[in-house]
DNA sequence: TAGAAAAATGAACAATCGTTCAATAACATT
DNA sequence: AATGTTATTGAACGATTGTTCATTTTTCTA
């Protein structure tokens, strides 16, 4: 029996994901959340615990979208460098399309949230290194594939992918209509070296 | 008489800045700026008109450091180049001093705000880009002394570094005890071409 | 120094916040 | 069909939100 359970989880978390991502953990009021995922108070509470369990299952939902994404994107091609170049361009033009939000959710969440958040806050930091590990593994990946100096430091250059990809969708999110978005995501990859 | 005006209105501004900075539009309640500003609400509104009045004040605040803290790079060396590299090390280093945030306040605020508060959000992609602006004209400065190629494309350049920037300091919130930072900067620098 | 003008106060407002829970509906088992 | 179990509802809670304004205090002027 298909759909039986009236508010199957992975959807509803799914719904919310895009609430949170769009709006960000404080301007996200319960409310809205209601009338987004169509669900009543008390089967949130239910479900999830509270306001934070909620957003915590959020954004382990983004990130493992990611991953999965990273993954297509690899199964696309034999080359782990024109996988990356794939990913990084794929999450960098999604802007035009239907993305709650220019910016990552786990970067837009770590900017936003302090100490009185601390669990959420430290999860998506530890979200975010994974994200890391991730882009790493793929390089490494190009490096034994010869598409990569075999001397560079692999964290490094990992490092400065989730920089570029860190400051080209908060860039592109005051500049949404620039014309030269391709261009600076070329530029991303000859500086790869 | 020095001090005659009881709250001299930049140094209200400054905290509010501060405040602002450090947690976030939606986060700061007008009953966290009244205790950190030390004034009540009678006194905010009538010199603020709302808490978005406030708000934009504070931007602009954040902003005009920025600009007046470039400059002082650029008194301090006649090497344009020199100038650029002491003004992002300062910047991005600065989150081990007491900057409320490693994220720049205007990345944080576009990246938190929505058209639910247009104003504010397209006051600060303004400013972002006045910054970016800035940027250039130190660029062109530097070509202009042969530090930089006369062929390059200056505004793809202050691009670049506007990208940089944003990346890097909200990359060093997640990751604010890695050793690396210097070489990251460093590298920043090699890539500027 | 008396009085007018300006600035600052803080109690109070309606609206909304995250959350709870007794009541109801839907389901599973016999 | 009856019963026990689980899921869902939505009114209501106290706390907090941004904001207002009558009152008091301070400052300036004559």
Redesign the pocket.
Known sequence: MVNQ???DREVVIQKATNLFWEKGFHA?????LQDHID?????I???FG???GLFKEALKCYTDANIRHMQKCQEQTSSPLEALKLFIRSIVKRQQDDAPSEVCMLVKTVSELTEDNAELLAESKRLLNMMEDGLEAVIICAQDAGEISSSSDTRRLAQFLQIQLIGLRAYIRTNKDNPCIDQLIEDTFLRLH
């Open positions: 359970i009236k508010h996200t009021s319960m409310r809205n669900m009543r108070p008390g089967s509470y239910a479900a509270s306001k934070e």
